[in-house]
């Protein structure tokens, strides 16, 4: 009754008169809180959707094809179907979370710009701020992929020096258990036979030379083989990291042909990489393992 009738035309007095709801710091209703506002039911429905083309100056014929193809049944029922899809999607993102806060926020400001407020601030106030929402972020900078790679490497690196120590290990003790089992005499043949090749095998590092350096393999193959492998290694590296597929959109309306390019590109290392970005580390960690493997 002591509504100001100079403020009839005022929504944000009329939005005062409601309870005022307890928002947290990034301005959303607190479950406890009243709700006073809120949009319980919205629906949107459409009857038929018809597009009718009227071609006023074309360059192709098939325009005159295409308004009549759209103006067919079938096409008439397609386009309802979507667009009652679409209305579908936006009253089921203005009945949730998203319009309730903003209807929440609007309560809570009113009262600050109704004129016959106790609560009226002058218009030139701050106004009411709320934290930003913290956005989940995967690191995804080249020095974040270098020290994954590392450490990939790092582990295999352990993983190889702890089987090959395990596999001398049970090798050592199976020797010495085999020697046990053996008679003096033979010791001593198996350790003569084993000086013997100890000793051939000198002779043959002190004579002989590299098959880079022998003079036995002609200079082509000594020098060709040795960049041969370096140009595998780096074609291998290339087909890893180049460009592996696009895919391109080739398309034709009314005649008119056009083309978009490159709308999804891929190649090995982007996949990779997207598996990082997605959060699939374990997939990462086996498909980089894998790849660091084949070189």
Not at 278 to 288: C, D, E, P, R
Request: hydrophobic residues 45%; proline residues 4%.
């Amino acid at each position: 009754m002591n509504f100001p009738l100079e403020d009839m035309d005022n929504i944000d007095c009329w939005l005062a008169l409601m309870p005022v709801p307890s928002l947290d710091e990034y301005g959303i209703r607190l479950s406890e809180s009243v709700l006073s506002l809120a949009l319980n039911d919205l629906g949107i429905d459409i009857g038929e959707l018809r597009l009718e083309v009227d071609c006023i100056e074309c360059t192709s014929p098939k325009f005159i094809e295409l308004s009549t193809i759209l103006s067919s049944p079938e096409v008439v029922e397609d386009l309802t179907v979507i667009a009652n899809k679409a209305m579908s999607y936006v009253t089921d993102l203005l009945g949730g979370p998203f319009l309730q806060s903003y209807l929440d926020r609007a309560l809570v400001t009113s009262s600050r710009r109704c004129p016959h407020s106790p609560n009226f601030v002058a218009l030139d106030s701050p106004r009411v701020e709320y934290a930003q929402f913290e956005a989940i972020t995967t690191p995804t900078s080249p020095i974040t992929y270098m020290i994954v790679v590392g450490a990939i490497i790092a582990t295999i690196g352990i993983v190889s020096t702890l089987v090959y120590s395990v596999v001398k290990v049970i090798r050592s003790r199976r020797r010495k258990v085999w020697l046990a089992k053996l008679s003096k005499k033979k010791i001593r043949f198996y350790l003569s036979r084993q000086e013997e090749e100890d000793a051939l095998t000198r002779d043959l590092n002190q004579g002989t030379r590299s098959m880079f350096r022998s003079s036995s393999i002609p200079s082509v193959v000594r020098f060709l083989v040795p960049i041969v492998i370096l140009v595998n290694i780096g074609l291998f590296l290339s087909g890893h990291i180049s460009l592996g597929a696009s895919v391109d959109i080739n398309a034709q309306i009314g005649g008119e042909s056009f083309k978009v390019k490159e709308v999804f590109v891929f190649s090995m290392a982007e996949s990779v990489m997207d598996m990082w970005d997605a959060g699939a580390k374990v997939s990462f960690l086996i498909a980089a393992s894998c790849i660091l493997l084949q070189f």
